[in-house]
């Protein structure tokens, strides 16, 4: 996963992907040059660093989480820099129970974070408008006529979606800028 986040970072394109907390990494001693620059696992490295945890307002309810910035594990990794391990804890626990890697430029924390439950979001309205409108009734065996018909189907999603706002979520304000 760490190569991929590399080839984002390299290309300047923003990224949140989620990332195995046995994940090798280290801090970027550029960005936090008293810590030390041991590989470490992910999850390790979110529970380790408790001074860098903060609480988040991302629109639903306060989350405790950790940003830090990390580069892959590997020395030849030249130019891995300009990522940053997410960690997420809803409640009482000491690992956090979900870990991402942002990069690219994405910014601010809420901004990460809101981003990550988008696909929850598309999984639930999928369900919820896409199989409703017909998106998978398509049986013709034509690529222009299946192009028309999720075309079609596209569209009327969006037309129930717009009609019924609760399905739409909230644009974040750090994505509106």
């Known amino acids: 996963m760490t190569a991929l986040a590399r080839h984002f970072t390299t290309a300047g394109v923003p990224f949140v992907v989620r990332v195995d907390p046995q994940e ?25 660093l408790v001074s860098l945890r903060q609480q988040v307002n991302t629109g639903e309810r ?7 910035p990390v580069t892959a594990a590997e020395p ?41 439950a988008l696909p929850h979001v598309v999984a639930r309205d999928f369900h919820a408008i896409s199989d409703k409108v017909g998106i998978r009734d398509f049986a013709g065996r034509s690529f222009p006529g299946w192009h028309r018909h999720v075309t079609l189907a ?21 994505a509106r800028a």
Not at 82 to 110: F, I, N
Not at 154 to 174: I, T
């Open 154 to 174: 596209s569209a009327a999603h969006l037309a129930v979606a717009l009609e019924d706002s609760a399905v739409l979520p909230a644009l974040h304000p750090a």
């Open 24 to 48: 090798q990494l280290r801090i970027d001693r550029s960005e936090l040059p008293t810590y030390g620059d041991r590989v470490r696992t992910a999850a390790e490295l979110a529970s380790s």
């Open 76 to 116: 030849a990794a030249a130019g891995g820099g300009g990522m940053t391990l997410v960690g997420e804890w809803r409640g009482e626990d000491t690992r956090p129970g979900k870990l991402w890697l942002a990069g690219g430029g994405l910014q601010p924390l809420p901004l990460v974070l809101w981003l990550t």
């Open 62 to 68: 306060p989350v405790t989480a950790v940003e830090i």
